[in-house]
């Protein structure tokens, strides 16, 4: 089955719930609205036969503080500002979409090789979706480490608690707005091997 | 699905009650069995994870993974650190096979930027990426015989693998984290004689397994403590995103050097993808066993068809790699490992998903560990086979 013809079978099963789709060369993108977020795995998993899991994560669209663009490593102390701006370009958000927070999930047919990303985007006052636990068991632990990462919550998930953190831990870490302490202390060593020699045409200058 | 969700109420409070750092080794409950620690410095964990385990006599009513012991919060990290810069922290996600964790990363930047990797560097990097594969199944083929009690497997599997190791580190400089990838390509060609001492090696190798297959495998204990033992039916395979040698093992078809479109050499040699249809802890250690002799055949054959050319495209010195994202997944030792990467057109990564396969993997202990005798746990931990610094990341 090409891709083209999964996108098709998911037109139809869907509808109107797809929001925006992206084809790729091998590679399918589906956002969908979060309260369809089980129904659309649902619907992967028993119309296209996409039984197998692959993972579910989030990804927070602040610019990033130290990376992005022609920045180059944060040196100051203070913690960044959480007036960032969100990053909505296309190339980056695959089938788009502009809320800071989106969930994605992958799953794959392994029998014809079809696999899918399903994206949903997250009201940022309320960030909880539907948990993919009823449909996928093993969407348990990824789900615990999303809401431990990101602050996201699952509902119906059968116990959303630490994975990796303690207990009393406070925050979350993977959103683009928790200091990473060590680079705000101690300016990544590493910027060193970053900076142009002088004179150096950096456009001319290859390996 | 006819999978349960492991999660049991009762193994919320108690792992609540004790926190994440409890070092309490046996707590005894009133008349309703008995909750234990497995580990977190336990042999069979290849690192250091915590299992409680509440058992009525020997019987297993509940388990519980704690993971967490080793978190390094690599994907926090990938985002302040510059593209070559992450070579280093991925190296260390499965430290057995830290060449296999590179390539796929490589190309996923590879694929964002449009660069041409020389078909040369895509060869030695299949070759070095199942010799990775060798050093780390062979640990696992000697290390299942120390976890049921026969210590001599584990002596002969080290002294093998030394040889695989010695290859590693003469042609990367590291015997076990390379870093050998570069954006584009290679750090360096293949030193002289390397390919004829691969050779002798790979006939090493498979005399190993063929020691092992008598010694270990056809032994009648060995036979007896893990076949039927730790059974994961298909189905639940799929849905708990299991991968590699245990989904194999489970009859499921499915290999990513076959299956996937890859700028890797796989599909120009002969080789065969095996599987199980038994599902339990013997079928895991016989799929793994085939695929280290199939992985010498690989290696013997890209050898003889090695093409001639440069080992490294042109890539500027400071590579900024242009807006957009990518999934790249390859078969690794352990499992499905995939990178799915995030870029907003910076020196570095916007976000960095790692899908590691002992995550998944170990995921469907709480379910597959219940109603087990605790003299079969060690046997099913031990024949999963995960490294811990896969799960925690």
């Known amino acids: ?207 | 699905m006819t999978a349960t969700n492991g999660f049991d109420q009762r193994a919320a409070a108690y792992i609540n009650a004790q926190g994440v750092d409890g070092r309490v080794n046996v707590e005894l409950v009133a008349d309703d069995g008995m909750t234990i620690n497995l580990g977190p410095q336990h042999p069979a964990t290849h690192g250091t994870l915590r299992i409680v385990v509440h058992l009525d006599g020997e019987r297993v009513v509940w388990a519980d993974p704690v993971c967490g012991y080793m978190h390094r919060g690599y994907e926090k990290l990938t985002e302040v650190r510059t593209y070559p810069q992450i070579t280093t922290l991925i190296n260390r996600l499965d430290w057995l096979s830290s060449f296999a964790n590179e390539v796929p990363f490589m190309l996923g930047v590879e694929k964002l930027l449009g660069v041409e990797t020389p078909e040369r560097a895509q060869w030695i990097r299949t070759i070095l990426f199942e010799m990775g594969r060798i050093a780390n199944l062979m640990i696992f083929l000697g290390d299942m015989g120390v976890q049921l009690g026969a210590i001599t497997p584990v002596f002969y599997a080290f002294r093998d693998r030394e040889h695989v190791l010695n290859l590693i580190e003469s042609a990367t400089g590291g015997r076990f984290h390379p870093y050998y990838n570069r954006i584009g390509g290679l750090k360096d060609d293949l030193p002289r004689d390397w390919i004829v001492d691969t050779k002798l090696t790979m006939k090493k190798v498979r005399d190993f397994c063929d020691e092992i297959e008598t010694l270990l495998m056809n032994n009648d204990i060995f036979k007896t403590r893990t076949k039927g033992v730790g059974v994961i039916p298909k189905d639940v395979a799929l849905g708990y995103g299991l991968s590699g040698a245990n989904i194999r093992a489970s009859g499921v078809d499915w290999d990513l050097r076959r299956d996937e479109q890859s700028p890797l050499a796989w599909s120009h040699c002969e080789w065969k993808v095996w599987t199980h249809k038994a599902g339990d802890s013997f079928a895991r250690y016989w799929v793994r066993l085939q695929e280290v002799r199939e992985s010498t055949n690989i290696i013997e054959q890209l050898l003889d068809g090695l093409p001639s050319g440069p080992f490294r495209a042109k890539v500027r010195k400071i590579i900024k790699v242009p807006a957009g994202s990518t999934w790249v997944h390859t078969e690794n030792p352990l499992g499905e490992l995939g990178y799915y990467i995030v870029s907003a057109g910076g020196l570095g990564p916007h976000r960095v998903k790692i899908r590691t396969p002992s995550f998944n993997n170990i995921s469907i202990l709480p379910w597959l560990l219940k109603d087990m005798y605790v003299a079969d746990l060690i046997t099913v931990l031990a024949s999963l086979y995960f490294i811990l610094g896969d799960i925690d990341r």
Not at chain 1, 6 to 32: A, N, Y
Not at chain 1, 41 to 56: D, K, M, P, S, V
Not at chain 1, 110 to 139: C, F, K, Q
Not at chain 1, 143 to 169: K, Q, S
């Open chain 1, 1 to 207: 089955m090409a891709y083209e013809e999964v996108l098709k079978t998911l037109e139809w099963q869907l509808g109107s719930r797809i929001l925006q789709s992206e084809l790729g060369e091998d590679d399918l993108s589906i956002r969908v609205n979060v309260q369809d977020w089980r129904s659309a795995a649902q619907i992967c998993r028993e119309e296209l036969g996409c039984r197998y899991f692959t993972f579910l994560s989030a990804i927070d669209w602040l610019v990033n503080p130290d990376l992005s663009g022609e920045k180059t490593f944060s040196t100051s102390t203070q913690a960044p500002d959480a007036a960032f701006t969100i990053i909505t370009d296309e190339p980056e958000r695959r089938a788009g979409g502009t809320s800071r927070f989106q969930i994605f999930g992958r799953v794959s047919d392994i029998e014809s090789g079809i696999s899918l990303t399903l994206i949903a985007d997250l009201d940022e006052n309320d960030l909880r979706a539907p948990s993919w636990v009823p449909v996928y068991p093993g969407a348990d632990w990824h789900e615990r480490e999303t809401w431990e990462m990101f602050g996201i919550t699952f509902d119906e998930h059968p116990g959303l608690r630490h994975i990796y953190l303690p207990e009393e831990f406070e925050g979350y870490p993977l959103r683009k707005d928790f200091p990473l302490l060590a680079r705000q202390v101690r300016p990544w060593p590493g910027l060193v091997d970053m900076e142009e020699m002088p004179g150096a045409d950096a456009e001319e200058d290859f390996q």
